[in-house]
T-cell receptor, first 114, second 113 residues
């Protein structure tokens, strides 16, 4: 079984400041890791994923996350946030070889302030 | 190319009633998964359907059941509704044989009075 802990339920940050959203996981098997974003009254959109290879993965809108196996972490970072980044962010894991059952963290609400 | 579509968008029921939620997967997808997202929580996996059979199930009681049709669309049924069943129900689709990210619909908001 897998579990995911998102250490911060709410993260307020000023526009153009850097941000890090923390995610730690627990699993007895190797895993795939994901970050999803959820805007109000919408479903989840995949932001980025780690399957294998380079431990640093990037999204098209400037977010990046680094897989740290020894610390069982997959923190999400962005060097400069925009108002439009305000949303709920979810970290998720699945057993490697299959994304058929995702286990999600409880989410982090990122609020970007002007 | 339509993504994952869910209906209805909102639903209000009373305790003890039964409800059916519907999902059409993204074009080309053959696998449907259902998740329950309570207010302020992350989504929790209910079950997954492929080839009209339930393939995996999360920790949900038998009151939660589902079905997949030959056109890959799916229904989630919940019997004997409880107040605690109030949540956003999300459907996600993908391909069984090929790894890839799951695509989520916008969900059905179920409120139990």
């Amino acid at each position: 079984a897998q579990s995911v802990t998102q250490l911060d339920s709410q993260v307020p940050v000023f526009e153009e400041a850097p941000v890090e959203l923390r995610c730690n996981y627990s699993s007895s098997v190797s895993v795939y890791l994901f970050w999803y974003v959820q805007y109000p009254n919408q479903g989840l959109q995949l932001l980025l994923k780690y399957l294998s290879g380079s431990t640093l993965v990037e999204s098209i809108n400037g977010f990046e996350a680094e897989f740290n196996k020894s610390q069982t972490s997959f923190h999400l970072r962005k060097p400069s946030v925009h108002i439009s980044d305000t949303a709920e962010y979810f970290c998720a894991v699945s057993p490697s070889g299959s994304a058929r059952q995702l286990t999600f963290g409880s989410g982090t609400q990122l609020t970007v302030l002007p | 190319d339509a993504g994952v579509t869910q209906s209805p968008t909102h639903l209000i029921k009373t305790r003890g009633q039964q409800v059916t939620l519907r999902c059409s997967p993204k074009s080309g997808h053959d696998t449907v998964s259902w998740y329950q997202q309570a207010l302020g929580q992350g989504p929790q996996f209910i079950f997954q359907y492929y080839e009209e059979e339930e393939r995996q199930r999360g920790n949900f009681p038998d009151r939660f059941s589902g079905h997949q049709f030959p056109n890959y669309s799916s229904e989630l049924n919940v019997n004997a509704l409880l107040l605690g069943d109030s949540a956003l129900y999300l459907c996600a689709s993908g391909n069984w044989g090929v790894f890839g990210p799951q695509h989520f619909g916008d969900g059905t908001r179920l409120s139990i009075l």
